[in-house]
């Protein structure tokens, strides 16, 4: 890992931090009314659409879920009332495979530094007897000065190189069903990029939905990457989301957090590129 911080706070952990500030990235439908009716006390709430991406008309151009400017987020920051030297933990009720991952690779993004995902997410901090509340949170808002994206972007045209170079690894996060082309619950056009390998993120986790220690996906993710440098491996999934939840899990595993491919195959299967199934390939 390239902080002294792990990225990953168990429940435990949190209880007993009483200088966090906690974000809830739940997923799913009508996320903010489910925020007020119960979420774990003090957190604050974001949402994808509104404050985690910046939705084009034609996801050709982007993907599903493109990154805001940094200068945006920085205001959805400020908004939060989190400043630079706070402490924060985000969580999702997916283990971080919906939208936590997101908000993390964002900010390490734009470089700060004390960030963690709840190991377990909301279920897990329920279970361990952290508090909740309903309604809105108070807070004072802040100036969240305005950064830059510092880690590692891919973008379509690399992406297509990249795939036809052997000193390149471009990795497809989503479940094999949806690698292989047999189903796509969200895009227009079952498949995958033709080159890349499926590792699903659901391998990150453990039978108890927690991440695998981090020993044992240092492992894995070494094996898988052999000698292909940092700079040359490229994470996907569907929109550029999920996909954050491997790099979270490779950060975690203390390797370096390669680039991420935010247009996915949201964008890559609107652009005529060039795709593949299983049985094609």
Not at 3 to 15: D, G, K
Not at 115 to 133: K, P, S
């Amino acid at each position: 890992m390239s902080t002294t911080l792990s990225p990953i706070i168990t429940a435990q952990e949190l209880i007993a931090n009483s200088k966090i500030i906690l974000v809830d990235a739940r997923a799913g439908v009508n996320t903010f009314e489910k925020y007020q009716k119960e979420h774990l006390k003090g957190a604050r709430f974001v949402d994808l659409n509104r404050d985690l991406a910046a939705i084009p008309e034609n996801p050709a151009n982007g993907g599903r879920h493109p990154l805001p400017s940094p200068a945006d987020f920085s205001k959805v920051l400020s908004s939060l009332g989190i400043s630079t030297s706070d402490h924060i933990v985000v969580y999702d009720d997916k283990n971080g495979s919906n939208f936590a991952a997101r908000f993390w690779w964002m900010m390490r993004a734009i470089g700060h530094e004390k960030i963690q995902v709840l190991n377990g997410g909301y279920q897990a901090a329920i279970q361990a007897g952290f508090l909740t509340n309903s309604g809105n949170e108070t807070f004072e808002k802040t100036d969240y000065p305005s950064q830059e994206w510092k880690l590692l972007l891919a973008d379509i045209e690399e992406v297509e190189k990249a795939r036809k170079n052997d000193q390149n690894i471009v990795i497809d996060v989503r479940d094999k069903n949806r690698y292989d082309g047999l189903v796509e619950p969200l895009d227009l056009i079952a498949g995958h990029i033709p080159g890349a390998i499926n590792v699903p993120l659901t391998e990150n986790l453990d039978e108890n939905g927690l991440f695998k220690s981090a020993n044992e996906l240092a492992e894995k993710y070494k094996a898988i990457l052999q000698d292909i440098k940092p700079e040359n491996t490229i994470v996907h999934c569907g929109s550029g989301v999920t996909a954050c939840h491997t790099l979270l899990a490779m950060d975690y595993a203390g390797l370096p957090i390669p680039k991420l491919y935010v247009g996915s195959w949201s964008e890559w299967s609107r652009n005529d590129r060039e795709m593949a199934t299983q049985q094609t390939e």
